[in-house]
Nanobody, 123 residues
Framework: QVQLVESGGGSVQAGGSLRLSCAVP????????MGWFRRARGKEREGVAA??????SYADSVKGRFTISKDNAKNTLYLQMNNLAPEDTAMYYC??????????????????WGKGTEVTISS
């Protein structure tokens, strides 16, 4: 089964920063919409940020604090998270070809997901 592999999670204090990385298989990278989601304990999964071709989107809750980017030479997707707050505590997932409003360029049925990396922010 295709797997995206996240790394970079951890525990930091409020106001701190983390950078999440996601290794994406070559045949997926650059072909489909890619992005980051998160699920906090007891809450539903929510989209955080996505790259679909030249279009980048962010959830309102992270605009100005988080930056999604990618390294084409490494087939890696990143999420730079600055000024972290306790409400950012969640499991963060990398995904590709997940469709929906985050990916206006199209959905091709892939639904590729990683297993997640945990982010904990203390006050």
């Amino acid at each position: 089964q295709v797997q995206l592999v996240e790394s970079g999670g951890g525990s930091v204090q409020a106001g701190g920063s983390l950078r999440l990385s996601c290794a994406v298989p070559g045949y997926i990278y650059g072909t489909y919409c890619m992005g980051w989601f998160r699920r906090a304990r007891g809450k539903e999964r929510e989209g955080v940020a996505a790259i679909d071709g030249g279009r980048i989107s962010y959830a309102d809750s992270v605009k100005g604090r988080f930056t999604i980017s990618k390294d084409n030479a490494k087939n890696t997707l990143y999420l730079q998270m600055n000024n972290l707050a306790p409400e950012d505590t969640a499991m963060y997932y990398c995904a590709a070809d997940f469709g929906g409003s985050w990916c206006p360029g199209g959905y091709y049925g892939g639904d590729y997901w990683g297993k997640g990396t945990e982010v904990t922010i203390s006050s």
